[in-house]
């Protein structure tokens, strides 16, 4: 099978609401895009009718193709899934709440002719998005930016395009918590951005509430920056200087100003601010520490357990010896 022009890569949590207008927005898309192109939905162990939905527009569409996990693996999990199946020469990424307008697509494929291995969209504006969810997205950019020692680009989500070559480094990297826009400014290569406005939700709710956020950003920071760990360090460097000053002023205190009393407020508010310290080193180190043991067990992010026009993986080789076939 030879190998298609550009692969759209949807991962699909309860969306039912939103694939029949999906569907007419590929449809219209796929029609001005001209090229050879698949699209890949992933199921993300949805639990309403998005599986039943995406299975009957697969059957009269041939392009359409349908990956749907034993269970909830996790949207980054979708997404690591859809960049193992797809075929394409360039790969897509994009949410399928239609936040991601599939007509910026083609101004990224414009880009990646220009010789571009990753164009990413850059949010210019958030439509539907609460004061509280642009501040926290905001400010946790800038600070993972800070903490990480590769640039990562600001205001920027999983929607973009990759070339084929990043798509197999992505490949190699099989981690357990993932946090794929990371990934892909880690590998690096040519990458640019292009701008865009968000719109707000075509229907149904945002999969990502405030508990997931926070996972979400912490997956992001220990995956990348061991800066939490020498944070431990450095916080206990000055807790032994404090620590030293405070010993020096009782010893002066006691025998040249006789101005001692008994501390217990002082013995209290030490021995509270340094057992606080502690359990919050220890809760870091427990954050890395539980990444190891799962990172460990070696099991696989995700479990495929129904497909739609998919008879199997594919294979990068036999795909690329096709390909110089029919040159």
């Known amino acids: 099978m030879q190998r298609p022009t550009l692969s759209l890569v949807l991962p699909i949590y309860n969306e039912e609401e939103v694939i029949a207008e999906l569907h007419a927005r590929l449809q219209d898309f796929l029609s001005k895009l001209g090229l050879d192109c698949e699209v890949l939905f992933i199921n993300d162990g949805s ?9 009957e527009i697969a059957r009269g569409e041939p392009r359409y193709r349908v ?43 414009a880009r990646w002719r220009e010789g571009f291995d990753v164009v990413y969209g850059k949010r210019r504006s958030r439509e539907g998005e609460t004061f ?82 926070i996972r979400f950003a912490i997956d992001g920071i220990t995956s990348f920056s061991v800066l939490p760990l020498r944070f431990s360090t450095y916080l206990g460097m000055l807790i032994s200087v404090a620590s030293l000053a405070v010993a ?56 495929v357990g129904d497909r739609v026009n998919a008879s199997a993986r594919p294979d990068d080789d036999a795909l690329d010896d096709e390909d110089d076939a029919s040159a």
């Open 47 to 55: 639990k309403d009718r998005s599986l039943p939905l995406l299975r």
């Open 132 to 213: 509280f969810k642009l501040l926290t997205a905001r400010w946790f950019y800038r600070i993972f930016a800070a903490m990480i020692p590769i640039e990562v680009p600001l205001d920027t989500g999983d929607f973009r395009l990759m070339s084929r070559r990043v798509v197999v480094a992505l490949r190699a990297l099989r981690e357990t918590h993932r946090f794929v826009r990371g990934m892909v400014a880690w590998v690096g290569f040519k990458q640019t951005a292009v701008l865009y406005d968000r719109p707000g939700r075509f229907a149904g709710e945002t999969k990502y509430p405030l508990k997931k956020m």
């Open 67 to 109: 990956l749907s996990f034993s269970r909830n693996f996790g949207h980054q999990a979708a997404i690591s899934a859809g960049v193992d199946w797809a075929r394409g020469r360039a790969v897509v990424v994009m949410d399928a709440d239609l936040q991601d307008p599939p007509e910026v697509v083609l101004e990224m494929v």
């Open 248 to 303: 020096i002023w009782a010893v002066v205190a006691h025998f040249v100003f006789r101005a001692t009393v008994p501390g217990w407020t002082a013995t209290v508010v030490l021995v509270s601010l340094l057992a606080s310290v502690q359990l919050l080193m220890i809760g870091i180190l427990g954050e890395y520490i539980g990444r190891i043991y799962e990172q460990v067990k070696g099991r696989p992010n995700y479990l």
